[in-house]
């Protein structure tokens, strides 16, 4: 049984950092596509970020690029999001998601491509 199991949200002010985490168990952790959505209330989930298996490749969103740096340690089976320059429009609810496969495509910034999720951690900025 696949779980995925995220931590580190919080409140945040604005222009702040703050990390959140996901813990996958239940599958071969290297061999998955691992990736990071977002959903904020009343709007369609957002993909945020994507890494390959083993970490040599990496997507983001438009929105995050440059602020926003997705990571994963192999050994402890974790995927990490550092969140830095954060803006009251990042508030929402922050998803993990994994995909079998360790190769990353560039359609893997689409939800439907994702096999497994969590069940989310909020991350609120304030103004």
């Known amino acids: 049984q696949v779980q995925l199991v995220e931590s580190g949200g919080g409140l945040v002010q604005t222009g702040g950092s703050l990390r959140v985490s996901c813990a996958a168990s239940?599958?071969?952790?290297?061999?998955?596509?691992m990736g990071w959505f977002r959903q904020a209330p009343g709007k369609e989930r957002q993909f945020v970020a994507s890494?390959?298996?083993?970490?040599?490749?990496?997507f983001y969103g438009d929105s995050v690029e440059g602020r926003f740096t997705i990571s994963r340690d192999n050994t402890a089976n974790t995927v990490y999001l550092e969140m830095n320059s954060l803006k009251p429009e990042d508030t929402a609810v922050y998803y993990c998601a994994a995909k079998r496969g360790a190769t990353l495509v560039r359609q893997d910034n689409h939800a439907e491509r994702f096999d497994y999720w969590g069940q989310g951690t909020q991350v609120t900025v304030s103004s």
């Open positions: 890494i390959s298996g083993s970490a040599i490749m990496d």
């Open positions: 239940g599958l071969t952790f290297n061999m998955l596509v």
